[in-house]
Structure formats: structure tokens, C-alpha cells
């Protein structure tokens, strides 16, 4: 039976500028094959992405983290942030500087896609989102996927160069290329989105 958002809101607010910005996989303790490579390229990328929320918050922009489960079906959100906070090194810090907020949004997903098996979709609705700012990693498989997924739902994709990364930065260059050339997603520097009631 369809949600009457009137009655059971899942969303409080509505997104300023019916944007919203997704934040993918960053948390992580980066144990996976060559985790290590990604995991030297993502700590390029966690400034970008920590500069960028922060200007979304204070726009009214929401946050959303979206992160793998890791295969644990008991997996609770803040559980995977605090694992991925913990971590020595690089990874640690990353999660701790990206640490979500209270009022951040947080969606666990089984596969690469953030839309795939989650309730997404139904929460960027209730936030009145129809454009979303894809940063984290990896360019090429969770990035790419959950940028696909939006086309075909109709929202608008922006993918800033300077916020995901891939094991190589080539391979991050050419799957950008990809996304402007097949799916129109706008992949200009963090830097130059102008945010509603800020810019």
C-alpha cells in the first residue's frame, strides 16, 4: 500500500533547492581485495567531501550516507561508522573526519547500488529531491551504479571529479568521461556548485 507522506513523513523537511548530496561507502575498514589502492586514493577525496557536506548543511542540504553492509545482514548504520572510526591509519581517519551528523540520513545497502534493495528512493521523495551530488568511491562500481539508477529514475547527477576516486586515477578519469558522454551527469569540481540559500 503506498506511504501517505502526509501521515507518515519520513523526511521532516524539504530539501533545499531539491538537492541532496550522497556520500558513498566512505566508512569502511577498507579489508577487501586492494582495498589498500582505493583506500590511498579515498584519503585524496575526504576534504573535498568533508568541505562540501559542511556547505550543504548549512544550505539545508541533506546529507545522505550510503554504505555497504560489509555482507552483515545485523548491521546498524552508526555500528558501521564506529567500526570504520576506529581503524589505525588512513581509514580511521577518513571516517572520523566524515564521521555523519544528527541530522545526516544514513541508508546501508547490500550491493553496489545505493538504490538497490533500500529505501533510497522513497526517502529522496519524501525530501522533495529531484538533483543528487554523488561523491565517495569507487568511481567505476558503486559510484557509476547508483549514478545509473538515478538517470533512470529521473533525477539530475552531478559527479564532482575532485570527490570520488578509484583504485587509479585513470580508471576514475575514463568512467568520469563515461558518465558525462552517456548519461549527461555534470562532473565539474565540488568548488564550483553554487547551493541554494548560501551561494
Request: aromatic content about 6%.
Amino acid at each position: 500500500m503506498p506511504t501517505d507522506e502526509r501521515s507518515a513523513p519520513l523526511a521532516e523537511e524539504h530539501a533545499a533547492g531539491g538537492t541532496a548530496l550522497l556520500i558513498i561507502d566512505m566508512l569502511s575498514d577498507w579489508q577487501f581485495p586492494r582495498g589498500d589502492q582505493l583506500l590511498a586514493q579515498a584519503a585524496g577525496i575526504a576534504a573535498p567531501i568533508e568541505a562540501l557536506s559542511a556547505r550543504c548543511r548549512q544550505a539545508g542540504v541533506p546529507v545522505v550516507y550510503i554504505n555497504d553492509n560489509r555482507g552483515r545482514w545485523r548491521s546498524d548504520f552508526r555500528g558501521v561508522a564506529q567500526h570504520a572510526s576506529e581503524q589505525a591509519g588512513q581509514g580511521g581517519h577518513i571516517a572520523q573526519r566524515l564521521f555523519p551528523h544528527e541530522e545526516d540520513y544514513c541508508v546501508l545497502k547490500p550491493k553496489h547500488s545505493g538504490f538497490y534493495a533500500t529505501p533510497l528512493e522513497l526517502l529522496l521523495r519524501h525530501l522533495r529531491v529531484g538533483q543528487l551530488i554523488l561523491t565517495g568511491v569507487s568511481t567505476e562500481h558503486c559510484v557509476t551504479m547508483t549514478g545509473t539508477d538515478a538517470r533512470m529514475r529521473d533525477f539530475k547527477v552531478w559527479c564532482p571529479e575532485d570527490a570520488v576516486a578509484s583504485r587509479d586515477p585513470a580508471m576514475r578519469d575514463r568512467t568520469l568521461a563515461q558518465l558525462r558522454d552517456t548519461l549527461s551527469v555534470c562532473t565539474q569540481a565540488s568548488g564550483t556548485l553554487r547551493l541554494p540559500h548560501l551561494d
